[in-house]
Nanobody, 122 residues
Framework: QVQLVESGGGLVQAGGSLRLSCTAS????????MGWFRQAPGKEREFVAR????????YYADSVKGRFTISRDYAKNTVYLQMNSLKPEDTAVYLC???????????????WGQGTQVTVSS
C-alpha cells in the first residue's frame, strides 16, 4: 500500500499560481501512474492530470490543459502539480492519486492522499 502525503495548497487570487506536491512514503515500484483529482463541495470527484511513473507520459483534463503541468521527481518519489492562471472554478480539495494502472476515473485509483485545499478568489 502506497501512502501519499500532499502539500502546497492555499488561497490565491485569480490569475495566480500554486504548486502542489505529493510524496509517496513507501516505494513506488508497484505504481504505474500517479496524478491528481479534485472535488468541490457538492460535486463529484473530477480527474485533473496523471503521469506514468516510469515513462513520464502525461495526460490532462480539458479544463486544465495549458494551465496546469504535472511532473515527477523519480528519486524523491514525488509528483508535482504546477497550477498557473488559476480561476475561481479551480477551487476544490485536490487529492493525490496512485494506481497500478492508468486512470482518468476515480474507481481505477487504488491509493489516495488526504487532500489539500485550493481556494481561488475572484
Amino acid at each position: 500500500q502506497v501512502q501519499l502525503v500532499e502539500s502546497g495548497g492555499g488561497l490565491v487570487q485569480a490569475g495566480g499560481s500554486l504548486r502542489l506536491s505529493c510524496t509517496a512514503s513507501t516505494g513506488t515500484f508497484s505504481t504505474y501512474a500517479m496524478g491528481w483529482f479534485r472535488q468541490a463541495p457538492g460535486k463529484e470527484r473530477e480527474f485533473v492530470a496523471r503521469i506514468a511513473w516510469n515513462t513520464g507520459n502525461t495526460y490532462y483534463a480539458d479544463s486544465v490543459k495549458g494551465r496546469f503541468t504535472i511532473s515527477r521527481d523519480y528519486a524523491k518519489n514525488t509528483v508535482y502539480l504546477q497550477m498557473n492562471s488559476l480561476k475561481p472554478e479551480d477551487t476544490a480539495v485536490y487529492l493525490c492519486a496512485a494506481s497500478n494502472q492508468l486512470f482518468t476515473r476515480a474507481e481505477y485509483v487504488s491509493n489516495w492522499g488526504q487532500g489539500t485545499q485550493v481556494t481561488v478568489s475572484s
